[in-house]
Each structure stands twice: as structure tokens, then as C-alpha cells.
């Protein structure tokens, strides 16, 4: 069992990620190869690991055997029995040793999976890895994501090289087994604000159209310099961007455009 943990350490996850990982690797085989449904995993420093097995009276256990672990024992009582890893069937351990990478990755790819969504409609930076023509794959640092065609700026598509850095719209996550798909944009109307949002933080920005590759008209709740601006449509492919401030209820609308 200790090179299970290591095993898992070996991959860079967090030992309680490892650890989680193991317990249910080993109450999911105590329960399919024994029949014990009432299992609690325990793992002590420096890896020792110990289940504690509940066994029902009546059920899993005759009472004679109950009373010989514990004499006030009766009918429908749970009896604790801690077990070693020594001493488990061959067949647990097994049946450990092959559900617990799998259940480690399912817990890898949740957690990626959750972390993703938190992300969704926000912009991120990203790596072009390889290019195909019905796709790009970008390296997000923790995760690939991927570019359809239809999610290309046109005139972006010779840019389109592995090792080019570009920002880009994360549209949607999704877990495929144990894969999990992060689908991003290049040509979104909502990439504009989303970026805008990342290079000032707590500004708020929404995108009314976009001629994406050439120029986007924008509204923010406050006054921003050429020089922001002017970052942001370079982090689009240099866009042109038109932004118009809007101010406080109650107070006049600034009508000015900054035309960059």
C-alpha cells in the first residue's frame, strides 16, 4: 500500500488527494469482494494504512463470534474489527491496486473540472501547443484547451503557431470520461469585456459588437486611458476599440468615444 501512495505522490498530487483516492479504492474492493458495506480507511504518518470493518450482528457476523470480541454484544450491533493491510485477502488487495489509479484520475479530473467551471466566460492566457486544420490545442499551464476552426479570427489563422501566446474566451468545460474539454474562442463578441476585466480589475465591461480582428465597441462604468485601450487591442490582433464610458444613475452620460 505504501508504494500505491507513492505512486500517487509521484504524480505531483496532494498527499490528502492520494490518500482520499486509496480509501475508496479500498472500501469499494472490502465491499465488492467481502460484502462489507460499513467501512471507515484510515491513513496514519508515515503511511500506514488501517480499516476499521463494522460488522452487524445477525448479519455479518453469528452472535456466538460477536460475543467472543464482546460479551454484552445482541442482535443488530456494529462490531469493529481493524484490519491491517497484511491482513487482507489477496483478492482486496487486487482489486486496490487496480481501482486505485482510476479512482485517483476521476479525482484529478473532478477537481480540474471544478476548477474549470469557475472560469467559464472569463478570458486566459494560453500557449498554441499544435494545429491542425479543424482545431487548435492550447497549453493553459494545468490543462489543454482547444479551439475549433469556427472560434478562429481569420486573419489571425498564419499566427496560429506552436509557441505563439494568445488570450482567449473560455466558453465551455466539459467532462468526456475521464478527459475533461475545455472549448475556447478567439472571434467571441465577449472576449473584448472578458480581457478588459483581467487587465482591470473590478472595471466593468460589456462588448455591444465586434468585427472580430478589426474593431470592437465597448462600454465601461469609468474613464479609461489610450494606453489600455491601446493593450487591449493588441491582445486581440489589433483591434480597433471604441470604448464608451457610461456614468453612475442619475448622473449625465459621457457620449465620447476613445478611437484608437
Given amino acids: 500500500m505504501e508504494r500505491l501512495l507513492e505512486q500517487g505522490f509521484r504524480g ?4 490528502n488527494l492520494v490518500e482520499l483516492a486509496l480509501k475508496i479504492a479500498l472500501e469499494e474492493a472490502l465491499s465488492t469482494c467481502l460484502g462489507i458495506a460499513d467501512v471507515e480507511v484510515k491513513v496514519e504518518p508515515p503511511g500506514e494504512v488501517k480499516a476499521v470493518c463494522y460488522f452487524e450482528v445477525g448479519r455479518d457476523i453469528t452472535l456466538h463470534a460477536a ?3 464482546d460479551p454484552y454484544a445482541c442482535h443488530g450491533d456494529l462490531i469493529p474489527r481493524t484490519m491491517r493491510m497484511d491482513d487482507l485477502p489477496k483478492k482486496v488487495v487486487r482489486r486496490v491496486k487496480q481501482r486505485f489509479p482510476l479512482v485517483l484520475e476521476d479525482l484529478k479530473t473532478d477537481g480540474a473540472y471544478w476548477l474549470w467551471k469557475q472560469r467559464v466566460h472569463r478570458a486566459v492566457e494560453g500557449v498554441i501547443a499544435k494545429v491542425n486544420s479543424h ?4 497549453d493553459l499551464g494545468d490543462q489543454m484547451g482547444i479551439m475549433p476552426r ?3 479570427i481569420s486573419r489571425e ?5 506552436s509557441g505563439k501566446v494568445h488570450w482567449f474566451y473560455v466558453l465551455k468545460v466539459r467532462r468526456e470520461g475521464r478527459a475533461l474539454r475545455v472549448y475556447l474562442s478567439r472571434n467571441s463578441i465577449s472576449l473584448p469585456a472578458a480581457l478588459l476585466k483581467e487587465m482591470v480589475p473590478g472595471v466593468k465591461a460589456r462588448c455591444i459588437r465586434r468585427i472580430a480582428g478589426a474593431r470592437s465597441w465597448i462600454i465601461v462604468d469609468r474613464k479609461l486611458g489610450e494606453k489600455i485601450l491601446a493593450e487591449l487591442g493588441g491582445k486581440l490582433g489589433g483591434e480597433w476599440i471604441e470604448a464608451k464610458h457610461t456614468a453612475p ?7 465620447t468615444y476613445l478611437e484608437l
Avoid: I, M
Fill in 12 to 15: 505531483e498530487v496532494s498527499r
Fill in 67 to 69: 460475543q467472543r470480541l
Fill in 135 to 138: 482545431a487548435v490545442w492550447v
Fill in 150 to 152: 469556427n472560434h478562429w
Fill in 157 to 161: 489563422v498564419l499566427d496560429y503557431r
Fill in 249 to 255: 444613475e442619475g448622473k449625465k452620460v459621457s457620449e
